[in-house]
T-cell receptor, first 114, second 111 residues
Framework: DTGVSQDPRHKITKRGQNVTFRCDPI?????LYWYRQTLGQGPEFLTY????????KSRLLSDRFSAERPKGSFSTLEIQRTEQGDSAMYLC????????????FGPGTRLTVL | EDQVTQSPEALRLQEGESSSLNCSYT??????LFWYRQDPGKGPEFLFTLYSAGEEKEKERLKATLTKKESFLHITAPKPEDSATYLCAVQGVGGGFKTIFGAGTRLFVKA
């Protein structure tokens, strides 16, 4: 296993368009997290899944954001009607339930909204 | 609300010059405090988990300690390859497994 992978690595879109990102976690990890990171800041929690169940979603997350994890495997994060303020690095991480403290991060998807 | 504050924002050291990074936290019941390292353009890499006050963990030139209000990451005799952003994060018992990160300390080690 080569770790957490994310696709695409970079995405440039125009304001108002919808975008979707994919995350493939480490295969045996049942917890999956999404974060957003802007320059000079730490990762900001967006949501997390245990298997296919979305257990928590940040109150900061607008209704334009939605995430899924069908069958408890890969996950997708969709942003509808993108705004310039959505420009950021979107990070995915996964962990084992019993090793919940150790999250393995992917390389991220850098989103630029023009 | 759970909160993490890291200081300093940036730290410049000469190779071999030991120092410490600070992480102050406010959480309603600590489940765990974490340290991560992040290199430019990459995702964070896990370093340590600390669970209770008084706990210490070490890895090579790094040592993390924890009190009821803050954590320190001590760097002994740093090398240029230790240059990175070090992130502190917490999970509170009242927040599920939501992880709150600080803004990080950017460490520069000059040869």
């Amino acid at each position: 296993d080569t770790g957490v992978s994310q696709d695409p690595r970079h995405k440039i879109t125009k304001r108002g368009q919808n975008v979707t990102f994919r995350c493939d976690p480490i295969s045996e990890h049942n917890r999956l997290y999404w974060y957003r990171q802007t320059l000079g800041q730490g990762p900001e929690f967006l949501t997390y899944f245990q298997n296919e169940a979305q257990l928590e979603k940040s109150r900061l997350l607008s209704d334009r954001f939605s995430a899924e994890r069908p069958k408890g495997s890969f996950s997708t994060l969709e942003i509808q009607r993108t705004e310039q303020g959505d420009s950021a690095m979107y990070l995915c991480a996964s962990s084992l339930e019993r090793e919940w403290g150790e999250q393995f991060f992917g390389p991220g998807t850098r989103l630029t909204v023009l | 609300e759970d909160q993490v504050t890291q200081s300093p924002e940036a730290l410049r050291l000469q190779e071999g010059e030991s120092s410490s990074l600070n992480c102050s936290y406010t959480v309603s019941g600590l489940r765990g405090l974490f340290w991560y390292r992040q290199d430019p353009g990459k995702g964070p890499e896990f370093l340590f988990t600390l669970y209770s006050a008084g706990e210490e963990k070490e890895k090579e030139r790094l040592k993390a300690t924890l009190t009821k209000k803050e954590s320190f990451l001590h760097i002994t005799a740093p090398k240029p390859e230790d240059s990175a952003t070090y992130l502190c994060a917490v999970q509170g018992v009242g927040g599920g497994f939501k992880t709150i990160f600080g803004a990080g300390t950017r460490l520069f080690v000059k040869a």
